[in-house]
T-cell receptor, first 113, second 116 residues
Framework: AQSVTQPDIHITVSEGASLELRCNYSYGATPYLFWYVQSPGQGLQLLLKYFSGDTLVQGIKGFEAEFKRSQSSFNLRKPSVHWSDAAEYFCAVGAGGYSTLTFGKGTMLLVSP | NAGVTQTPKFQVLKTGQSMTLQCAQDMNHEYMSWYRQDPGMGLRLIHYSVGAGITDQGEVPNGYNVSRSTTEDFPLRLLSAAPSQTSVYFC???????????????FGPGTRLLVL
């Protein structure tokens, strides 16, 4: 069975600073990887996804993620954080041929002025 | 397209009461799923369906029933609510993935449930 680990429960970043959120997955075959963002009291919005091909994936709102098979990682990055990026971020893995996702426990991003 | 819709948005129940959380999608997606979200736990899969008449259990199915009579609707039933079922419930849908492939899941806005 697949699993996802997000090692950081909370991260605080100054506005304008760069951001990296960590995600490690466990899955025996080629994973399908996703990052979702959730603002307080809201639903989940897809930031980006990796299915195959180029290991550096561009998403919405200036986010990108890099798939590293050797490290079983799919870290999310943004070069300059805005106050509106404060939210909870979830990494998820999907098994090939299936319709469901396994989520990490989430990382809460706080943005300081 | 309305996408994935969920009703109600909020609900308060007493222990032992029953209720049905509604989920509908208008994207003609074959696959639908229910997740619950609890603080510090991420989202966990309750039940899912790969088509009308076909359902299966996820990671945390106890206390919940589902059925899928149409492609559009996938209701989640709590037969006898318990305080441990206090949570935020999300419904999701996706197209049928190709062989060995995957597709993006689209989530509804969620239902916040409080069981007293």
């Amino acid at each position: 069975a697949q699993s996802v680990t997000q090692p950081d429960i909370h991260i605080t970043v100054s506005e304008g600073a760069s951001l990296e959120l960590r995600c490690n997955y466990s899955y025996g075959a080629t994973p399908y990887l996703f990052w979702y963002v959730q603002s307080p009291g809201q639903g989940l919005q897809l930031l980006l996804k990796y299915f195959s091909g180029d290991t550096l994936v561009q998403g919405i709102k200036g986010f990108e993620a890099e798939f590293k098979r050797s490290q079983s990682s799919f870290n999310l990055r943004k070069p300059s954080v805005h106050w509106s990026d404060a939210a909870e971020y979830f990494c998820a893995v999907g098994a090939g041929g299936y319709s469901t996702l396994t989520f990490g426990k989430g990382t809460m991003l706080l943005v300081s002025p | 397209n309305a996408g994935v819709t969920q009703t109600p948005k909020f609900q308060v129940l007493k222990t032992g009461q029953s209720m049905t959380l509604q989920c509908a999608q208008d994207m003609n997606h074959e696959y639908m799923s229910w997740y619950r979200q609890d603080p510090g736990m991420g989202l966990r899969l309750i039940h899912y369906s790969v088509g009308a008449g076909i359902t299966d259990q996820g990671e945390v199915p106890n206390g919940y029933n589902v059925s899928r009579s149409t492609t559009e609707d996938f209701p989640l039933r709590l037969l006898s609510a318990a305080p441990s079922q206090t949570s935020v419930y999300f419904c999701a849908s996706t197209k049928r993935p190709g062989l060995g492939g995957s597709e993006t899941q689209y989530f509804g806005p969620g239902t916040r449930l409080l069981v007293l």
